[in-house]
């Protein structure tokens, strides 16, 4: 058995995986100036999956990094997302291109794989070590230093061990308590068919030439939806097909393909003709199952090292329009923990129970999104015709998901990460450099960060200096930091007598 240690003065950080959420962990622990080393099982990065969409939330942070604007380049959605009756009615028409000025960064929908190389190109250009064909077959969760056993016997050791593997995440299954029975997998009762193909048909093809225009179109119909998104500027198009699938014959297999004709048949004449005539240009599509997604109760394993984030701990209903956006807050967030920490392996620990500390009441609030959208547009057409109430607004097919956009991580962690790191460890004292440093590597100027309401702040102490980040005694922040700490501090004291 070979062992390597990530030897370095700097964090020594391991990513497992290399799907969005480990992607951009790397760039953000990189831009910390952290030693970053990902691993991945497979032989490079994923060529799999349609559209993503990333929220104006992630868009922020993304653009920050300076990789928003390659990927909005690569993007396609530009101008406004229509949605329809079945019928292709216009019923609401949303204009994106207000967004940057509204919630601060555009949408930014395409290509995974396009979107995944950017991701890719710009973590190794701040020397982020990618190593393909590296599967990890075992964690060793020691608390002081956390390793992993690599299938070729070779061990690989650092200071931190994040865990970004996906919605499969084989770690979950490794690091679990002995005696907590798996989570099952609970099918919601509900499925998506979805694909992806080249343009060339479509363009040639008068009935739906449009639909690569860069709009994102939406049709609502009884308990389901459509949607299209075009992608690489006008040279893609993929569709989802969201339907109640009582036969549950839907799998979780991206290579899964069934015929075209398993989702239009399910379309009868009474839909839009242009809808139908683009679907039926594509020659497969993946049926995909969506699960009622239970959010897992450990984020952190038990000797405080090595934490979870993105799918592999909060996957999302596909409705939710948030997966992906809030797998780069998870980045964001746990790679400015670890730096307010002081960047050293002793505040590991505390670095990884304040990101969950800060994102858990986020990520739940983003989860509970899903069924509730799914359950707007599938309900909507039966309410515009029912007799007996009032039509629903238009409006009220506006993604509940836009409610999300204005919030920025970073700041948001700058601001409460004290209080927070407190309540989870009183003996914890954070030294105002170490804010300095991770702001400033983060590209963001602290002057410029909002602060909470006025009233009821402590004073900063003199050798703190004059950041009012750095103290938040007897606000609302210090509160839910502590209340939150609490419910953390509960359920870990179970697992680790579950683990003894």
């Given at each position: 058995?070979?062992?390597?240690?990530?030897?370095?003065?700097?964090?020594?950080?391991?990513?497992?995986?290399?799907?969005?959420?480990?992607?951009?962990?790397?760039?953000?622990?990189?831009?910390?100036?952290?030693?970053?080393?990902?691993?991945?099982?497979?032989?490079?990065?994923?060529?799999?999956?349609?559209?993503?969409?990333?929220?104006?939330?992630?868009?922020?942070?993304?653009?920050?990094?300076?990789?928003?604007?390659?990927?909005?380049?690569?993007?396609?959605?530009?101008?406004?997302?229509?949605?329809?009756?079945?019928?292709?009615?216009?019923?609401?028409?949303?204009?994106?291109?207000?967004?940057?000025?509204?919630?601060?960064?555009?949408?930014?929908?395409?290509?995974?794989?396009?979107?995944?190389?950017?991701?890719?190109?710009?973590?190794?250009?701040?020397?982020?070590?990618?190593?393909?064909?590296?599967?990890?077959?075992?964690?060793?969760?020691?608390?002081?230093?956390?390793?992993?056993?690599?299938?070729?016997?070779?061990?690989?050791?650092?200071?931190?061990?994040?865990?970004?593997?996906?919605?499969?995440?084989?770690?979950?299954?490794?690091?679990?308590?002995?005696?907590?029975?798996?989570?099952?997998?609970?099918?919601?009762?509900?499925?998506?068919?979805?694909?992806?193909?080249?343009?060339?048909?479509?363009?040639?093809?008068?009935?739906?030439?449009?639909?690569?225009?860069?709009?994102?179109?939406?049709?609502?119909?009884?308990?389901?939806?459509?949607?299209?998104?075009?992608?690489?500027?006008?040279?893609?198009?993929?569709?989802?097909?969201?339907?109640?699938?009582?036969?549950?014959?839907?799998?979780?297999d991206w290579r899964n393909k069934k015929p075209i004709a398993e989702a239009t048949e399910q379309l009868d004449a009474s839909w839009?003709?242009?809808?139908?005539?683009?679907?039926?240009?594509?020659?497969?599509?993946?049926?995909?199952?969506?699960?009622?997604?239970?959010?897992?109760?450990?984020?952190?394993?038990?000797?405080?090292?090595?934490?979870?984030?993105?799918?592999?701990?909060?996957?999302?209903?596909?409705?939710?329009?948030?997966?992906?956006?809030?797998?780069?807050e998870d980045a964001a967030t746990i790679a400015l923990c670890l730096a307010m920490a002081g960047s050293d392996p002793a505040g590991?620990?505390?670095?990884?129970?304040?990101?969950?500390?800060?994102?858990?009441?986020?990520?739940?609030?983003?989860?509970?999104?899903?069924?509730?959208?799914?359950?707007l547009w599938h309900s909507f057409a039966s309410r515009a015709s029912s007799s007996t109430s009032s039509p629903p607004r238009p409006?009220?097919?506006?993604?509940?998901?836009?409610?999300?956009?204005?919030?920025?991580?970073?700041?948001?962690?700058?601001?409460?990460?004290?209080?927070?790191?407190?309540?989870?460890?009183?003996?914890?004292?954070?030294?105002?450099?170490?804010?300095?440093?991770?702001?400033?590597?983060?590209?963001?100027?602290?002057?410029?960060?909002?602060?909470?309401?006025?009233?009821?702040?402590?004073?900063?102490?003199?050798?703190?200096?004059?950041?009012?980040?750095?103290?938040?005694?007897?606000?609302?922040?210090?509160?839910?930091?502590?209340?939150?700490?609490?419910?953390?501090?509960?359920?870990?004291?179970?697992?680790?007598?579950?683990?003894?």
């Amino acid at each position: 058995m070979a062992f390597s240690s990530l030897a370095s003065n700097r964090l020594r950080v391991i990513i497992v995986g290399t799907g969005f959420a480990g992607l951009a962990a790397a760039i953000a622990c990189a831009r910390q100036n952290f030693a970053v080393t990902v691993l991945e099982r497979s032989s490079g990065l994923s060529p799999h999956g349609d559209s993503i969409l990333f929220g104006s939330n992630a868009s922020k942070l993304l653009h920050r990094w300076d990789v928003g604007a390659d990927m909005y380049k690569r993007g396609a959605s530009r101008g406004k997302w229509i949605f329809k009756t079945q019928q292709g009615e216009d019923i609401w028409v949303e204009d994106l291109d207000e967004f940057p000025a509204i919630y601060g960064a555009p949408i930014l929908q395409g290509k995974r794989a396009s979107f995944l190389g950017s991701l890719g190109v710009e973590a190794r250009l701040l020397g982020v070590q990618i190593r393909y064909e590296s599967e990890v077959v075992k964690y060793w969760d020691s608390a002081e230093e956390p390793a992993v056993v690599l299938a070729s016997g070779e061990v690989v050791s650092g200071d931190v061990v994040i865990v970004a593997d996906g919605v499969h995440s084989p770690a979950r299954h490794l690091l679990a308590s002995r005696d907590r029975p798996a989570v099952p997998k609970r099918p919601s009762g509900y499925s998506i068919h979805r694909a992806v193909m080249t343009s060339g048909a479509i363009a040639s093809d008068a009935t739906c030439a449009d639909f690569l225009d860069g709009t994102i179109r939406t049709w609502v119909g009884d308990d389901c939806h459509v949607c299209t998104y075009p992608m690489e500027h006008g040279n893609a198009l993929a569709f989802t097909f969201t339907h109640r699938d009582e036969q549950r014959e839907a799998s979780l297999d991206w290579r899964n393909k069934k015929p075209i004709a398993e989702a239009t048949e399910q379309l009868d004449a009474s839909w839009d003709p242009a809808l139908r005539a683009v679907l039926a240009h594509f020659p497969s599509t993946l049926h995909w199952q969506i699960l009622d997604e239970t959010p897992e109760t450990e984020w952190i394993s038990a000797g405080g090292k090595i934490g979870f984030i993105g799918d592999a701990v909060h996957a999302m209903m596909p409705t939710s329009l948030q997966g992906g956006s809030q797998s780069i807050e998870d980045a964001a967030t746990i790679a400015l923990c670890l730096a307010m920490a002081g960047s050293d392996p002793a505040g590991v620990r505390v670095a990884l129970e304040t990101y969950e500390s800060l994102r858990r009441p986020r990520v739940q609030q983003a989860q509970s999104l899903g069924k509730q959208q799914q359950d707007l547009w599938h309900s909507f057409a039966s309410r515009a015709s029912s007799s007996t109430s009032s039509p629903p607004r238009p409006s009220s097919l506006r993604p509940l998901s836009f409610a999300l956009y204005a919030h920025d991580a970073e700041h948001f962690a700058l601001v409460n990460f004290p209080a927070y790191a407190q309540a989870n460890d009183p003996d914890f004292v954070m030294q105002r450099r170490w804010v300095v440093e991770a702001a400033r590597n983060a590209g963001i100027d602290l002057a410029q960060v909002p602060r909470p309401p006025a009233g009821g702040h402590g004073s900063t102490s003199e050798s703190d200096g004059p950041l009012e980040v750095l103290r938040e005694r007897g606000n609302g922040s210090e509160r839910a930091a502590e209340s939150t700490a609490k419910v953390l501090r509960t359920r870990r004291s179970t697992l680790l007598r579950r683990r003894s």
